[in-house]
């Protein structure tokens, strides 16, 4: 006896757990696969998984096994020219063919000392981002209710055709069904019963009129049943859908960039990572996130996003050029009711002498109120100039979202990432 | 010859053709007398294939992080292409569930019908380790009840508290088997009806084995005990304990570990019951997978006989039978050690052979085999061996001759490896006698019993190690004790007795300068 069985459909991650208890069991060497990973990687692959590999000693499961040594008899297939009393050269360290003997326990693919495996570019990510968290995410989040999202909420009497649920009705309408026919069930048993009765009688005693009315009640009865209908206007049932408030989820990420000429191929790349951390970041945290790209010499443009990683220019520098166009946008199309807004801005800290005033007042006055989180990097191994002195001020009055580091080469951004996301105790 | 009429062309499949082949197969494994339990045959996706070759072929298990290795594992070396997964999994159940993965082709799909669910399955009804030692018709309940049972811990206890005591049992589990006396069934209703009962009956016994009154001395006084002088009242003159050496050590700890609560007893419990269910399975490699080729081998080629399948099939099937059952000698690069198929399915067919074309040689060497009824000899050999014992009896100087076998003894006094037999006249016995000692278990794992509990002293647990000649313990003797230590609570000892009786090394945990003793 045989019977097939498709379980095609069924769930496939069975092992998911399994493998999810392993990632946990050894954090701390994924990690710090991870950590590597982020700083070798060329900067626009962050979206896939990566290869991790963990020495095969950390995650053995001991089990008693003979050791080397003492005298054993190996059966080997395969002879060529051996013959009987020959003497053997021991091969030279565990290369050989006939290593084997180690209580048949090697396991596949020999002289694997590199547990290696794959994780996917979520559980990537995880890594990436664990522990860090998005600083006044929560505020945000409580204050505006104007998004919404239609929601599942029961079963209502009205609604549009599309929705009707199906299963629901028919059982209000097979209860319905139950509920009206038994009276004239009952009624018509009764009639039957009589009408047996009465024809039971002697044919001297039987009543002819009585039996007729009970044939005619017995007609009419049988009629009322077939007439309850099978289904009902009264019986349809429909999924109801409500609109329920959201917490804004929609975020804009502001990238912007000094071009001028101080800032080399060298700098931008260092700035696009630390971009692109944060674009992850926030696209795991929010719904949605929006681009915009500003870069600035001496004006400020908005760009797309090749003119803003390659293209080339020249020319002094204007940071409040940029802070304006920001602020701007903003006041445009980002509504901060409905946006949250996060600004990362890198630059070399070259500014136009006067203008490192201007970019405080901005800051202070009208964008820091309206931002999430403002984050300042600046790529340069020299001494800071005005503008990180201006913003140290800035810093200072807002310590909670303001947050400015100095990052020297690319081996610092993960760090310096880090940093400025790490999970801080509830105040 | 007949017009061939195939059920089915190319290399698509449907559950029609699916099942008429298996019709076929049905009724031809029938006339071959294979007498099998129901088989289930799941179809599932390669995802579901790893998840299962993940759980070692438990279709549920209870959850554990080295399973999620393993599924890493298989998953990479798939992706790699360096494993064709596939081949087959089948599970020694009542039904026997086999799996078939949706992107075989058609070819694959019947082969390993053919296989699994006639080979395999015959040999789980037939072979008299699996007979004795597992029940097919409980083991799916069990698995379920384990599960249940673990995920139950897990909640009251914390992840990482079952976590660690699973990794001790697990490093323990080859120790977790009896080998000489049959195992009650295990069965998932009568586990958990009893599983109360039997937490309250433990613990009172490991409590009646650890009480402080002392009981009746016995007259012999162990070598170890303190003298008479020493102890003029006798308080030592217990007699050991176990009065026996004890070779399952999971059940020695079951039983008798001083503090184990009682869930982690039933834990312990869990594991030891999968380790005595897969104890024949570890036995008989070469006899289940030969066994399993030799009937999809004879039946593909009825198949064929029959007109039921084309050329274009029984060619594709050729090509992977032959890959299946070859065997890379010693210094080609794909060796990997004897490949169980190979050997196996050559000494089916040997068999075979030596049945229907016996040679004086044969006559010689097996007379009660050579020239009798072929099918009663391969169910005979089928029923009755295991794995070294088949080998004793079964591996003739042709199979030994065709795979070109020889045996070395690598003596670690000795500068040089010796050649100690080929196959030729003088060295077929001895060649023979060392392969099957090489599939003996009692020789591949390290000989580990329990030797004494100290129950009226410091509650240190000692084990002794039998060498076999004069084989030392692996490195990860240290590891593998230190779990032993975690179960039972109190110092381990492992004494590893050199041939002649005398300790050659020992072994301990906590390691003695941390103790600060000896």
């Known amino acids: ?427 | 010859m007949t017009r061939r009429k195939p059920i089915a062309t190319g290399s698509d499949w449907n559950f029609e053709i699916l099942e008429a082949y298996e019709r076929e197969l049905s009724r031809l494994a029938d006339e071959y007398r294979l007498d099998t339990y129901p088989n289930q045959i799941e179809i599932i996706t390669t995802e579901q294939m790893m998840d299962a070759y993940a759980s070692v072929g438990m279709p549920v298990g209870y959850h554990h992080w080295s399973f999620g290795k393993q599924f890493l594992a298989v998953e990479q070396a798939y992706r790699r292409g360096q494993m064709g997964l596939a081949y087959e999994l089948v599970i020694n159940s009542d039904p026997c569930i086999a799996y078939l993965m949706e992107e075989n082709t058609l070819m694959m799909q019947v082969l390993v019908m053919a296989h699994a669910c006639y080979g395999h399955n015959s040999f789980f009804k037939g072979n008299y380790l699996f007979r004795t030692w597992t029940d097919a018709s409980s083991i799916v309940d069990y698995l379920v009840f384990a599960r249940r049972y673990v995920a139950e811990c897990e909640e009251r206890h914390g992840v990482t508290a079952v976590e660690q005591l699973l990794d001790a049992c697990h490093a323990l589990q080859n120790y977790g088997v009896d080998r000489y006396k049959r195992p009650s069934p295990i069965s998932a209703e009568e586990e958990v009806r009893r599983q109360a009962e039997r937490e309250e009956y433990l613990q009172a016994q490991v409590n009646t084995l650890w009480r402080t009154i002392p009981g009746r001395p016995q007259a012999d006084a162990l070598p170890g005990s303190l003298d008479s002088e020493e102890d003029p009242l006798g308080l030592h003159a217990g007699g050991r304990y176990p009065p026996e050496p004890q070779e399952n050590l999971l059940y020695f700890l079951e039983k008798n570990a001083p503090l184990l609560a009682p869930w982690q007893r039933e834990i312990v419990r869990i594991v030891r019951k999968l380790a005595q269910y897969f104890y024949p399975q570890r036995q008989t490699q070469v006899m289940n997978e030969g066994w399993a080729s030799f009937w999809h081998y004879t039946l593909m080629n009825r198949l064929y006989d029959e007109g039921l399948v084309d050329e274009g099939l029984m060619l594709e099937f050729l090509q992977s039978h032959t890959a299946v059952v070859s065997q890379p000698g010693f210094d080609s690069p794909f060796y990997s050690g004897i490949n169980p198929y190979a050997l196996g399915f050559a000494m089916f067919s040997d068999i075979k052979r030596m049945c229907e074309n016996p040679t004086d040689e044969d006559r010689e060497w097996f007379p009660d085999t050579a020239g009798s009824d072929w099918l009663e000899a391969v169910h005979f050999a089928m029923r009755n061996f295991k794995d070294e014992s088949f080998i004793q009896q079964f591996l003739s100087p042709k199979v030994m001759r065709d795979l070109k076998l020889f045996s070395i003894v690598d003596d670690d006094q000795e500068e040089m490896l010796e050649v100690t037999a080929i196959h030729d006249e003088r060295g077929y016995r001895r060649i023979r006698e060392a392969l099957a000692q090489q599939y003996a278990l009692s020789l591949r794992e390290p000989n580990i019993q329990v030797f004494e509990a100290n129950i009226r002293g410091n509650r240190s647990l000692t084990l002794h190690h039998v060498q076999d000649s004069r084989r030392p313990m692996g490195r990860s003797v240290y590891p593998v004790i230190r779990h032993l230590h975690q179960l039972w609570g109190f110092p381990v000892r492992l004494e590893s007795l050199s041939e002649d009786g005398t300790v050659a090394r020992r072994y301990q945990w906590p390691l003695p300068d941390e103790e600060g003793k000896e």
């Open chain 1, 1 to 427: 006896m045989t019977y097939f069985i498709d379980r095609r459909a069924n769930a496939k991650n069975k092992s998911a757990v399994n493998r999810q208890r392993f990632l946990d069991r050894y954090r701390t060497h994924i990690k710090r696969s991870v950590e590597e990973a982020v700083n070798r990687r060329s900067i626009t692959d962050m979206e896939r998984g990566e290869k991790v590999s963990i020495p095969t000693r950390d995650i053995s499961e001991p089990v008693f096994q003979h050791g080397p040594g003492g005298k054993r008899t190996i059966v080997s297939p395969g002879n060529k020219e051996f013959v009987e009393g020959d003497r053997l050269r021991r091969p030279s360290g565990g290369g050989g063919g006939e290593g084997a003997g180690e209580g048949g326990a090697s396991n596949q693919g020999e002289g694997m000392d590199e547990f290696a495996f794959s994780l996917t570019r979520e559980e990537f990510l995880d890594f990436v981002f664990d522990g860090l968290e998005l600083p006044h995410l929560e505020r945000k989040a409580l204050k505006d209710l104007d998004e919404v999202k239609p929601v599942r909420a029961g079963v209502t009497r009205d609604g549009v055709p599309a929705r009707i649920n199906i299963v629901r009705s028919m059982r209000e309408a097979y209860a319905r069904r139950i509920a009206m026919r038994a009276p004239i069930r009952r009624a018509l048993r009764e009639a039957q019963e009589a009408l047996e009765e009465e024809e039971r009688k002697d044919p001297v005693l039987r009543n002819p009129s009585r039996i007729a009315e009970l044939k005619a009640e017995i007609e009419r009865l049988e009629k009322r049943l077939e007439a309850v209908p099978f289904i009902d206007t009264y019986d349809l049932r429909y999924n109801n859908l409500i609109n329920q408030p959201q917490p804004s989820s929609k975020a804009v990420m502001f990238c912007v960039m000094d071009v001028s000429g101080s800032m080399t191929q060298a700098h931008k790349d260092i700035a696009k990572r630390f971009f692109l951390l944060l674009y992850l970041f926030l696209e795991r945290n929010y719904e949605k996130v929006e681009l915009v790209f500003v870069r600035h010499h001496t004006a400020a443009k908005e760009v797309d996003e090749e003119e803003f990683f390659y293209s080339r220019e020249t020319g002094g520098t204007i940071v409040s050029s940029a802070l304006t166009l920001v602020d701007e946008i903003i006041t445009r199309r980002y509504p901060p009711s409905q946006w949250n807004l996060y600004v990362a801005q890198a630059s070399d800290g070259d500014n136009w002498d006067d203008d490192s005033v201007n970019c405080r007042e901005r800051l202070m006055k009208s964008l820091m109120p309206r931002l999430q989180y403002y984050t300042y990097v600046e790529i340069t191994p020299h001494a800071h100039q005005a503008l990180w002195e201006e913003y140290e001020t800035v810093a200072a009055e807002f310590p909670d979202r303001f947050a400015m580091r100095q990052i020297v080469e690319a081996g610092d951004i993960y760090p310096v990432f880090r940093e400025l996301f790490k999970r801080r105790a509830a105040h």
